[in-house]
């Protein structure tokens, strides 16, 4: 049965091609888009129709809102009927392209955006999975991808990254990459022993081929994902990329045993 993913962070359309890859997994996916005022119930409907057709459902996010976190989810449930991942994507990089000023205004901004609105869903998600739990026993996986970027301090050391390849983060940015960083792992400490989520931590820059393309990295997480090493539970950031453990292939059983020949079952 094919997963049901949820994808935040990254907005549509600078998302999608990251959820296009994840839902080529054979996952259905929810991927966040700006929150708009034009969102009817008829546009909401027309996106539960896509949504199932295409494998990929934009859904408004007030980033601001804590309640809108919890419509997110619940929007989610209505399209596809459930949710069984969810993705907090952080590319710093990304967002230091689109802001570089150094305000009062951009400061209250980026808090609202990139801080609060991840550790808002973050515990609507936990929330919904531990209830899920209870009434089906599922495990769920939750998953804080940052991809890093280089910042103001960085540039400093190394003069080379002004040269205008990467778009440099400031230290509003670069601030709410670190408590992105710092709640993630706090979280997966936490819930650690959780019987009903599994927090995964992957982290990489695009210095690395697979993280520079999302599609690459679309596949690479999904793999992951699917893989054995999703199991573990280390409370450590994963590098993005890295070699995955295939599933161990299920074992055949022979018709011989230590003591002979096993007697086969009456049809």
Known sequence: MSKIMILAGKDAPAGTKFADGLADSGRFVAVTKADSENDTDAGQRQ???????????????NKSSPISAKTLLLTTESIFGK?????LYFDEEFYASKANSLTIEECAKTADS????????????LARFEHAFSS?????????????????S??????GLRSGTYAIASPVIAAAAAAFAAFAENLASLYSDSTFVNII????DRSSDIVSSELQLAKWLSDYLDSAENHK???????????????????????????????EKKQ
């Open 83 to 87: 949710a069984d991942e969810a993705v």
């Open 154 to 159: 960085d540039a400093a050391k190394i003069p």
């Open 47 to 61: 996106q539960k129709l896509l949504g199932k057709a295409s494998g990929v459902a934009e859904i408004p996010w």
């Open 233 to 263: 539970k280390s409370g450590q950031w994963v590098k993005m990329g890295a070699k995955i453990t295939p599933p161990p292939a299920p074992q055949q059983t022979s018709g011989f045993s230590f003591f002979g020949r096993r007697k």
């Open 114 to 125: 990139l801080i609060l609105s991840f550790q808002y869903l973050a515990l609507e998600l």
């Open 136 to 152: 089906n026993g599922e495990k769920k996986s939750l998953v804080f991808l940052l991809k890093d970027g280089p910042s103001v």
């Open 201 to 204: 931590l992957a982290r990489g």
